[in-house]
């Protein structure tokens, strides 16, 4: 380690710790600026860094550097669930002290990192950002794949593959970027107190930091000292590196406390059935949450071996048109024909776990008013999971609308969820704000949205959109993407995909709570496929990408954290695809049993979806296994140790 007091040097550099990337800093005219150079080549180019505050004239400009030090770290760390059990944290850090603001660089062998640490002022410890300087200048050229920022569906848009120079708004992180051989993904950690960093082309044409705003026109009101979000370019010479990298929960902080309690959760709902019009969320003849068809549900998860149920609709407020009664819904009065307490004895008589349900329309204000209230009503019913909602376009809080993604939105969500673990209950939240990482901090925050899932199935979904998941929204963590939807067929609203396909996204969209969305009678009707479903776990100790393009095709092996047992999904777009997948990842010396879930020869995404194989052989590590997939369609697979 180095430090050098003030000097009049106006550039240095960090490398990562095998030198393929270096981060050069320089100050130029009192304005910082950072390049990245990936094995000799440039992929950032001179880049701006900094902020505008309001009120403060010239605060990036006219600085000098008064200190700079540089440091090394390694450490294995592990995570309680997920794609993978042990993340490598190894980087080179780059601390800049300017007379304005500290810097902060970390340099990882597929990661560059950068935060600020503002400083108090004389007088001034409270500021407002008007707006935030970060640049990423890349190739205008570069290809990207995106969707669109401060729309009416937030993050629930299918994505667009375009050339950086074509983006005319502003769009959501992660932002995918293929620029010469390189993949790119930008995106944020430790996302706290601050609003959303969305992305948009200045006059200068470089991408820049478009901070989500609050209603007052500002990008953030902060108590001073403050550290920001980190700033991560994920850096990949493949798509399918970019998978794996899981940096993005090594730039946030270990828990904070004991969450031993944690646990995955695969679960069943009380939610599909309306989907396809069996039942209603609304009271009345064909209101789905009675406890009459809870315990249905109950019985049947329990046969299945599925140790989750989500019932939604159950409390007043799903009168008529719900979407404008979200300033009046209460989150303790159970509608006349659910007795929740008796449902929540039952189901723990069953072993199985309730999901309770909080939709509130982002009325956030009205939320915030029951949240103890509600989270110990569930908390007494021996409730450990919730599945929270924010439906609106935007969020009313403190009377006024905001973005979900604001400063207010974040630091609501962020709420929710610190308040879940003090009552040792575990959230899934649906029209969230994006990962950042915080699920390292927060064990309990299972998974989100975040994302078009399969409530867009019917055709609003092309085939592409799954296989581009695992390359974008992916790289922000799990999704709870309401997987295993057998009814492929049904006439009111079917997936265009073929059924192994809905075997398959058990194992491509991995995450904490993993919902098996069908009903109960279509489980039993294939019995032979609810086999997989029920056996494929949630937390993996190993994650493997055998093959995989953006919006083409993807396949994945991931290993049980429980067992040596592995997991093999795969999905493809419209185009049929051979594959001859290598498994070298399994241990030598060892022989396996792979059970193959196959589309049929003649099955189809469009014309016959529920065509099917099922096919048993055994294998080992020197093995090749050959799948077919079908338009449309997967492949999923289920290895287990011959002994």
């Given at each position: ?200 082309l200045n006059h200068h044409g470089h991408l820049q930091a478009d901070i989500t705003p609050l209603s007052d026109g500002t990008k953030a009101h902060l108590n ?387 065509a099917y194989e099922i096919a048993e052989k055994t294998v080992n590590s020197s093995d090749i296994l050959k799948v077919c997939l079908a338009p449309g369609g997967g492949v999923a697979i289920h290895l287990r140790p011959l002994s």
């Amino acid at each position: 380690m180095f430090k050098w007091a003030e000097t009049k040097i106006s550039e240095t550099k960090i490398t990562s710790p095998s030198g393929k990337i270096v981060l050069i800093f320089r100050l130029h005219n009192g304005a910082p600026y950072y390049k990245v150079l990936l094995n000799g080549t440039e992929i950032i180019a001179r880049s701006k860094l900094g902020f505008n505050l309001c009120g403060v004239k010239n605060y990036n400009s006219r600085q000098r550097i008064l200190d700079i030090s540089t440091s090394t770290h390694t450490e294995t760390i592990e995570l309680p669930w997920g794609e993978t059990q042990y993340i490598d944290n190894t980087y080179n850090e780059l601390t800049v002290k300017l007379t304005k603001y500290t810097l902060i660089f970390r340099v990882f062998d597929n990661v560059v990192a950068l935060c600020y640490q503002l400083n108090p002022m004389k007088n001034i410890k409270r500021v407002s950002v008007a707006e935030e300087l970060t640049e990423f200048n890349v190739s205008p050229n570069a290809t990207t794949w995106s969707i669109p920022a401060y729309e009416l569906d937030r993050y629930e848009y299918n994505y667009r593959k375009q050339p950086i120079q074509a983006l005319t708004k502003s769009v959501h992180t992660p932002l995918t970027i293929k620029s010469g051989s390189t993949f790119l993904a930008i995106h944020e950690a430790a996302l706290y107190d601050y609003g959303s960093m969305t992305l948009k082309l200045n006059h200068h044409g470089h991408l820049q930091a478009d901070i989500t705003p609050l209603s007052d026109g500002t990008k953030a009101h902060l108590n001073l000292p403050f550290k920001s979000p980190w700033r991560l370019v994920m850096l990949g010479e493949s798509a399918l590196e970019l998978t794996t990298n899981y940096t993005m929960y090594a730039l946030n902080q270990a828990p904070r406390g004991d969450f031993s309690w944690v646990k995955p959760l695969k679960f069943m709902g009380i939610w599909w059935a309306m989907y396809v019009g069996e039942y209603t969320w609304a009271p009345g003849p064909r209101h789905g949450a009675t406890t009459k068809h809870a315990r249905a549900y109950i019985d049947a998860a329990a046969k299945l071996g599925i140790k989750g149920l989500l019932i939604e609709g159950w409390n007043d407020g799903w009168e008529g048109d719900w979407l404008k009664n979200g300033q009046t819904t209460n989150f303790t009065s159970p509608m006349a024909d659910f007795d929740l307490p008796a449902v929540a004895r039952y189901a723990e008589s069953r072993g199985i776990e309730l999901v309770g349900h909080h939709e509130t329309v982002g009325f956030v204000d009205n939320y915030t008013s029951q949240l103890e209230r509600a989270y110990n009503y569930y908390a007494a019913n021996h409730i450990n999971y919730i599945k929270t909602g924010y439906s609106g376009s935007k969020m009313l809080i403190h009377g006024r609308y905001e973005y979900h993604h604001s400063q207010l939105g974040v630091n609501h969500y962020q709420k929710t969820v610190e308040l879940a673990a003090k009552k040792h209950i575990c959230i899934d939240i649906h029209e969230p704000i994006k990962g950042t990482g915080i699920e390292r901090t927060f064990p309990n925050l299972l998974t989100r949205e975040g994302a078009r899932g399969q409530e867009y199935e019917g055709g609003a979904l092309p085939i592409s959109h799954a296989c581009t998941l695992p390359f974008t929204r992916m790289l922000a963590g799990g999704m709870d993407y309401t997987c295993g939807i057998l009814d492929v067929d049904n006439p009111t609203k079917h997936p265009n995909t073929t059924i192994v396909r809905q075997l398959a996204y058990f194992i491509t969209f991995a995450s904490g709570m993993v919902m098996a969305a069908d009903r109960p009678a279509i489980y039993q009707k294939y019995q032979d496929l609810a086999e997989f479903i029920k056996n494929v776990p949630v937390n993996f100790e190993r994650t493997v990408p055998l093959a995989g393009e953006i919006e083409k095709y993807y396949i994945v092996a991931r290993k049980n954290r429980s067992n040596n047992q592995w997991f093999i999904g795969g999905i493809t777009d419209e185009h049929a695809r051979n594959f001859e997948l290598k498994l070298d990842f399994l241990p030598p010396n060892t022989t396996f049993v792979a059970k193959l879930y196959q589309d049929a020869k003649n099955a189809n995404f469009m014309t016959n979806r529920s065509a099917y194989e099922i096919a048993e052989k055994t294998v080992n590590s020197s093995d090749i296994l050959k799948v077919c997939l079908a338009p449309g369609g997967g492949v999923a697979i289920h290895l287990r140790p011959l002994s």
